[in-house]
């Protein structure tokens, strides 16, 4: 019975560089929401996905962010040209029903831009 | 802005005292949920409260929703060293299709 999936768990990249995060929900969910936290603080909205669809983005940056989740596969968040200031834990929750209640959360993605 | 608020962002207490985390809300939430986050893991859902008033207890961890669902507090009784990590609430404003706004958290410390 596996968890929220999350790859990679740590990754740096080079100011200018693309980052791809990956997060694949519990079985039987097909609602994934992303969250970043940055250090010492609590977790901030950035976008809930479905199957196919984005339901709310509001809470991601317009420029060089951008998330998926595909019929097949796992939900994607893209960061391009990444700049200092993403570094972060990007975490990943899903869901079975598309409400607040219990969203199970992956073990996080570690992002670090040197 | 912070629409959740979170006090203490900090507390270090002796093994065996008692600890409270308050959180406020500048509107009225559907429901407020506890997560506890160990240093470097994720957060880890606690518990959720719905009702207007609602008290749920799970064994040493007291929680309460206000009665005008804006507020919310975790006490937990005699902590122990196994209670170390950071706990966040988090709100859902009912309008949002399961968007959670999440607190600061409160680091606990317990030294024991």
């Known amino acids: 019975n596996a968890g929220v999936m999350q790859n990679p768990r740590h990754l740096v990249r080079r100011r200018g560089q693309e980052a791809r995060l990956r997060c694949s929900p519990m079985?039987?969910?097909?609602?994934v929401y992303w969250y970043r936290q940055l250090p010492e603080e609590g977790l901030k909205f950035m976008v809930y996905?479905?199957?196919?669809?984005?339901?709310?983005e509001s809470g991601m940056p317009k420029e060089r962010f951008s998330a998926e989740f595909p019929k097949e596969g796992p939900s994607i968040l893209r960061i391009q040209q990444v700049v200092r200031g993403d570094s972060a834990a990007y975490f990943c929750?899903?869901?079975?029903?598309?409400?607040?209640?219990?969203?199970?959360f992956g073990p996080g993605t570690r992002l670090t831009v040197t | 802005g912070q629409q959740v608020m979170q006090i203490p962002q900090y507390q270090h207490v002796q093994e065996g005292e008692d600890f409270t985390t308050y959180c406020n809300s500048s509107?009225?939430?559907?429901?407020i949920q506890w997560y506890k986050q160990r240093p470097g893991g994720h957060p880890v859902f606690l518990i959720q409260?719905?009702?207007?008033?609602e008290v749920k207890k799970q064994k040493r961890l007291t929680f309460q929703f206000g009665e005008a669902k804006k507020n919310s507090s975790l006490h937990i009784t005699a902590t122990q060293t196994t209670d170390v990590g950071t706990y966040f609430c988090a709100g859902d404003r009912g309008s949002t299709l399961g968007r959670l706004y999440f607190g600061r958290g409160t680091q606990l410390t317990v030294w024991p």
């Open positions: 929750a899903s869901s079975q029903t598309g409400t607040s209640y219990e969203q199970y």
């Open positions: 079985k039987g969910h097909s609602h």
């Open positions: 996905l479905q199957k196919e669809n984005i339901i709310d």
């Open positions: 509107t009225t939430l559907s429901n």
């Open positions: 409260l719905v009702k207007s008033g």
